[in-house]
T-cell receptor, first 108, second 115 residues
Framework: RKEVEQDPGPFNVPEGATVAFNCTYSNSASQSFFWYRQDCRKEPKLLMSVYSSGNEDGRFTAQLNRASQYISLLIRDSKLSDSATYLC?????????FGQGTTLQVKP | EPEVTQTPSHQVTQMGQEVILRCVPISNHLYFYWYRQILGQKVEFLVSFYNNEISEKSEIFDDQFSVERPDGSNFTLKIRSTKLEDSAMYFCASQGAGTNTGELFFGEGSRLTVL
């Protein structure tokens, strides 16, 4: 079983749509969770950390469910510039374990 | 804003040649990492480095790979005898002082093409 699993997509949505990505992780000892964004052929960049209490940053909301070992990312009012691959990650010993990424394409 | 820098941005080499990829982590960071991403695949952990030694390595990081922090600023990844399947983007990352639970900051990557 993959340590971090994501639906690779692609998700094709119109501008202004709300889109949700899900992710599951298998290592119950994982301590930290993040969503990274990766543009084509670029490095991953932190989008936001994920907490059990849920956290929101503008149009982005992340949620962690430790009991289900499930992480989510919600993007509201999608912009063209949101088109990218979104990487779910978990961390136990400091290193990040990445999912394969979910590709989002926002169309005009 | 401090950043992780990597050189070269792209290297083309013949199979069997040695390659050294260089990274300058953020200056006050203590934890350093190498990842690789084969085209179209996920970002994979190779090795982590702390206090001048390897703290963890993946199955990918076999005897052909080595890391070094020779001068307190550079952090290098050496591949002794490159294979075709080593072709990938290699990302260096560093992590904040005093913690290994926070954000990793990635360099822009070094693209390695093995012919």
């Amino acid at each position: 079983r993959k340590e971090v699993e994501q639906d690779p997509g692609p998700f094709n949505v119109p501008e202004g749509a709300t889109v949700a990505f899900n992710c599951t992780y298998s290592n119950s000892a994982s301590q930290s969770f993040f969503w990274y964004r990766q543009d084509c052929r670029k490095e991953p960049k932190l989008l936001m950390s994920v907490y059990s209490s849920g956290n929101e940053d503008g149009r982005f909301t992340a949620q962690l469910n430790r009991a289900s070992q499930y992480i989510s990312l919600l993007i509201r009012d999608s912009k063209l510039s949101d088109s990218a691959t979104y990487l779910c990650t978990s961390s136990n010993t400091g290193k990040l374990i990445f999912g394969q990424g979910t590709t989002l394409q926002v169309k005009p | 804003e401090p950043e992780v820098t990597q050189t070269p941005s792209h290297q083309v080499t013949q199979m069997g040649q040695e390659v050294i990829l260089r990274c300058v982590p953020i200056s006050n960071h203590l934890y350093f990492y190498w990842y690789r991403q084969i085209l179209g695949q996920k970002v994979e952990f190779l090795v982590s480095f702390y206090n001048n030694e390897i703290s963890e390595k993946s199955e990918i990081f076999d005897d052909q790979f080595s890391v070094e922090r020779p001068d307190g600023s550079n952090f290098t990844l050496k591949i002794r005898s490159t294979k075709l399947e080593d072709s990938a983007m290699y990302f260096c990352a560093s992590q904040g002082a005093g913690t290994n639970t926070g954000e990793l900051f990635f360099g822009e990557g070094s693209r390695l093409t093995v012919l």
